[in-house]
């Protein structure tokens, strides 16, 4: 796990996104792994404790399909803590902290291979 923000982050690809580390660690992921990935209360449920003490945990909104949900329109950088994606649907409720920003690249990183089907796959479409 690495607690420090990635030296560069960007998209070289309208349906993927690298991000790149000072030791050199690089990954490319699919923007649909950011958001499957998004930390907010409404995505991810929200924990709270109830009255004998114990965590109870919301149930996350059905996570249906949306026009937009996976297009990636802004990309903004909070203070020193990490990214706040603003999504084609409206969605901007997560803040993804750097710790989990490398825990979801490092968990969702694409093989060479898996990167030239979704280039084959899309590219014609873009």
């Not at 409206?90 to 969702?108: M, R, S, T, V």
């Amino acid at each position: 796990m690495i607690n420090e923000r990635p030296t560069k982050i960007y998209r070289p690809k309208p349906y993927l996104l690298a991000a790149e580390w000072a030791d050199g660690t690089k990954f490319i992921i699919k923007l649909q792994s950011l958001r499957d990935n998004c930390p907010c209360a409404e995505c991810a449920g929200e924990q709270f404790p109830s009255i004998d003490g114990k965590v109870r945990m919301s149930i996350p909104s059905l996570n249906t399909l949306k026009p937009g949900k996976y297009e990636l329109k802004e990309l903004n950088i909070v203070g020193n803590y990490g990214i706040q994606p603003v999504w084609g649907d409206g969605h901007d409720a997560g803040l993804y902290l750097w710790e989990q920003i490398y825990d979801i690249f490092e968990k969702n990183q694409l093989t060479e291979k898996q990167i030239q089907e979704l280039e084959n796959k899309y590219d014609k479409k873009w």
